[in-house]
């Protein structure tokens, strides 16, 4: 009965949770039920989670032939937290997480707008604006990822700030601090910009101005003392900016004496490949369609995504300048807050209300842009919930979860991409082509052959199949399976 009554009055905003639920799980669900989900990320994540729930150190055997542990790349707590799941859910545990997580993260959005302007009527637009983001959509296409964890609670730690609800705050914030030592640098912007906001509440400025001394401290401890005692060079490995340096220092003095040359660079391709033309361009495109020119009007989000711009543009890999991936799910949460919180100064209602149904409508154009067509090569079917092909595979999907139902729980497997997730939740799993003390091989000749090229893939293929170690138990078109003798 409490339940019908809830329904009854609150009927809106069950209605996008459920539509963007749907649409959500039609993405991230049907993906991974059609082995479009892989080695990395979520086949190396959800492994580690596995191991954490057996007390065991995570490593990177996944991915890696040499052995180290999970925590000398990024430190991510997150892993640890919601290991247990991987009892309940196995190979689906992380993507259930993130589903959920953005779900929380759009009714975080829905609740600081009806607290921080309850009269403007804007709180449900600014939620569907949340769900209908494009770093929404493309985080959700590409496996799980901590961060989209991170940026979910990000609203909420508005929220509780507003309400002064202070333990609550902090709870939240060290919760974003966990997930990776770049979310911790993010919270530090946050946190500062925050204080800036509230400079003239003298309890909530020291308070913000404390967090962000403590992410600074806890970032710094992260960079330079964690993850070089986990990583085997005994240093931090992470840091792909070499356009402004080859360190965190040099960074910033060569951003204080070259600004004009530090800032054209967040719009220009700095690397020597002319197919990465065009990307930063996009990106800057899908923002400014997004609504983010409406920040200018309170440029402190902008202070905010500081880092998230630097991190992303200045990065030696170009994938990291497009809209794929989960490059881009940082932006959400501030854009939401930041964009509609510019909207609520509108005085006239209906001006306000037309202004916020733009906003979305907007929003929704960035990600039919990004399912539509993007400049970077991105296998669109996993993303086009629409279309047929999304709910197909270039092989038969029964065959290949028979096969991993086949294979006994506890033999060590070495198996090409898209089967490593399905196949996480044990002790030994490989990414084809390491092999290492493998007691099975599974692959799939018609799908990627990454890391491989396709010649070392199928070079690999035959001398396993002549090896006098291998025996072939299965091959057809589709599926080849060896088993070691």
């Not at 019908?4 to 809106?12: A, D, G, I, P, S």
């Not at 991190?311 to 994938?319: F, G, R, V």
Request: glycine fraction near 4%; proline fraction near 4%; aromatic fraction near 18%.
């Amino acid at each position: 009965m409490l339940a019908l009554n809830w329904l009854k009055t609150n009927w809106k905003i069950a209605t996008i949770i459920t539509v963007a639920g749907v649409i959500f799980g039609l993405i991230t669900f049907v993906n991974h039920v059609h082995f479009r989900t892989y080695a990395l990320d979520l086949g190396a994540y959800t492994n580690a989670a596995y191991k954490y729930a057996h007390f065991v150190l995570a490593d990177n055997d996944v991915f890696m032939a040499e052995h180290s542990p999970m925590l000398s790349g990024h430190f991510d707590l997150y892993l640890v937290f919601f290991s247990p799941l991987t009892y309940l859910f196995g190979s689906y545990t992380l993507l259930i997480v993130q589903w959920a997580a953005l779900l929380i993260g759009g009714i975080g959005v829905y609740r600081l707008f009806q607290f921080w302007y309850p009269n403007a009527k804007i709180s449900h637009t600014a939620q569907i604006y949340f769900y209908s983001f494009y770093g929404v959509f493309s985080a959700l296409s590409f496996d799980y990822h901590s961060v989209v964890v991170a940026s979910s609670l990000v609203p909420w730690f508005f929220l509780f700030l507003a309400k002064d609800k202070f333990r609550l705050t902090i709870l939240v914030f060290v919760l974003c601090l966990f997930a990776q030592e770049n979310a911790a640098l993010w919270m530090i912007f946050i946190a500062s910009g925050l204080a800036f906001v509230h400079r003239k509440d003298r309890i909530k400025a020291r308070i913000l101005l404390l967090l962000t001394l403590v992410a600074v401290a806890y970032f710094l401890l992260v960079m330079k003392v964690i993850i070089p005692f986990f990583n085997p060079t005994g240093a931090y490995t992470g840091f792909h900016f070499s356009v402004l340096g080859d360190s965190i220092s040099s960074f910033i003095v060569h951003f204080v004496e070259h600004p004009l040359r530090s800032i054209k660079l967040l719009f220009v391709n700095h690397t020597l490949d002319p197919g990465n033309d065009g990307l930063k361009r996009e990106t800057w495109m899908l923002l400014l369609i997004s609504g983010g020119w409406l920040l200018l009007r309170k440029p402190i989000y902008l202070w905010m995504l500081i880092p998230i711009f630097f991190q992303k543009l200045y990065h030696d890999s170009a994938i990291m300048w497009s809209v794929n991936y989960q490059y881009s799910i940082e932006f959400a949460p501030i854009f939401a807050i930041g964009i509609f919180d510019v909207l609520a100064t509108i005085k006239h209602d209906n001006w306000r209300k037309t202004a916020s149904i733009l906003a979305v409508l907007f929003a929704l154009t960035g990600a039919i842009r990004l399912m539509d067509r993007t400049i970077i090569m991105y296998d669109k079917t996993q993303l086009r919930i629409y279309k047929e092909a999304h709910y197909n595979r270039e092989f038969p999907v029964d065959e290949a979860q028979r096969i991993v139902n086949s294979l006994p729980n506890d033999a060590a497997i070495s198996a090409q991409s898209a089967f490593v997730p399905h196949f996480s939740c044990r002790d030994k799993i490989y990414q084809f082509p390491i092999i290492k003390d493998a007691e099975y091989i599974v692959l799939a000749p018609r799908d990627s052959y990454y890391p491989i090229d396709s010649a070392s893939y199928f070079t690999l293929t035959d001398s396993l199949q002549r090896s006098p170690i291998w025996k072939t138990i299965k091959k057809n078109e589709h599926f080849i399976l060896f088993k070691r003798k």
